[in-house]
């Protein structure tokens, strides 16, 4: 792993030979970037723009942590607002969603940076994202964006490793995606439906379960959470189940499988 950071460090500082935009979320893959990013910037006195973007597929929690990082990496936090719904290519929620949108986003990322002179754009995809459904990368290979970690083969794990060592903030952050995520491909995509979702996941964390998904299946919710917490859930069961009726959910339901990534991707492999 030193040998993978060291690595990175010195394609960092190749791209920092001038300004640079990186594809910025708050999460911890793509705030590990800024960190070493910012660190070579400043010895090469160039600038790395955070650019984030702010639209309907977003967590709205993403962006006051994308401030928090952006200020404590000292880079300048860009933010661009999309309206990905307004694409009716991605309006019914297709497997390839994630190459529609990204490709969309890029795009207005790339935009942004040639008209201020820049040319290197970065983002944070990984190793591990290489071996499971990801068609977003797909774009960003087609549009030239720079994969750093990925590239040169660094995992999850060492990047959470990798961000502790550096004191960066979110190290301990659980994955983020975007909300289409919650809802199974060929559903349309509600605003008011993502809103009702984003309130609920809202109020779990508020109870302290970090890491969760709350899936929905027409009027079906099921929850995903580590099994680790499931004593905790059932211990404030009753307020949980009120509060989820209370913002509009019909049928709650606790998946017995737990939090995992892509789950909703089984319906690809039917």
């Known amino acids: 792993?030193?040998?993978?950071?060291?690595?990175?460090?010195?394609?960092?500082?190749?791209?920092?030979?001038?300004?640079?935009?990186?594809?910025?979320?708050?999460?911890?893959?793509?705030?590990?970037?800024?960190?070493?990013?910012?660190?070579?910037?400043?010895?090469?006195?160039?600038?790395?723009?955070?650019v984030t973007f702010l639209g309907s597929?977003?967590?709205?929690?993403?962006?006051?942590?994308?401030?928090?990082?952006?200020?404590?990496?000292?880079?300048?936090?860009?933010?661009?607002?999309?309206?990905?719904?307004?694409?009716?290519?991605?309006?019914?929620?297709?497997?390839?969603?994630?190459?529609?949108?990204k490709r969309y986003l890029f795009q207005t990322l790339?935009?942004?940076?040639?008209?201020?002179?820049?040319?290197?754009?970065?983002?944070?995809?990984?190793?591990?994202?290489?071996?499971?459904?990801?068609?977003?990368i797909r774009a960003v290979r087609e549009l030239g964006i720079l994969s750093p970690l990925a590239d040169l083969g660094i995992t999850k794990a060492e990047i959470r490793t990798m961000a502790r060592e550096l004191g960066i903030s979110v190290a301990e952050r659980p994955s983020s995606p975007c909300m289409a995520t919650r809802l199974p491909y060929g559903t349309q995509l509600k605003p008011e439906i993502l809103q009702r979702i984003e309130a609920g996941e809202s109020y779990l964390h508020q109870q302290g379960f970090a890491a969760m998904r709350l899936r929905l299946h027409d009027d079906v919710v099921r929850l995903e959470l580590p099994l680790s917490d499931f004593p905790r859930f059932l211990e404030q069961r009753r307020q949980i189940v009120q509060t989820l009726h209370d913002l509009g959910f019909v049928y709650l339901t606790l998946d017995l499988e737990g939090l995992r990534s892509g789950s909703m991707d089984v319906y690809l492999q039917q």
């Open 110 to 136: 790339q935009e942004w940076a040639q008209e201020r002179g820049i040319q290197t754009v970065i983002e944070g995809t990984n190793e591990d994202d290489l071996h499971v459904y990801r068609p977003g």
């Open 57 to 101: 597929l977003h967590p709205k929690a993403d962006l006051a942590i994308a401030k928090q990082v952006a200020a404590e990496c000292g880079a300048p936090l860009i933010q661009l607002t999309m309206d990905e719904l307004s694409n009716p290519l991605l309006q019914n929620n297709p497997p390839d969603r994630c190459y529609i949108c």
């Open 1 to 50: 792993m030193e040998a993978k950071l060291k690595a990175l460090t010195a394609r960092l500082n190749e791209y920092t030979q001038a300004d640079c935009a990186l594809a910025f979320s708050g999460g911890i893959d793509s705030s590990l970037l800024l960190k070493l990013l910012c660190q070579t910037a400043q010895k090469n006195g160039t600038v790395v723009y955070a």
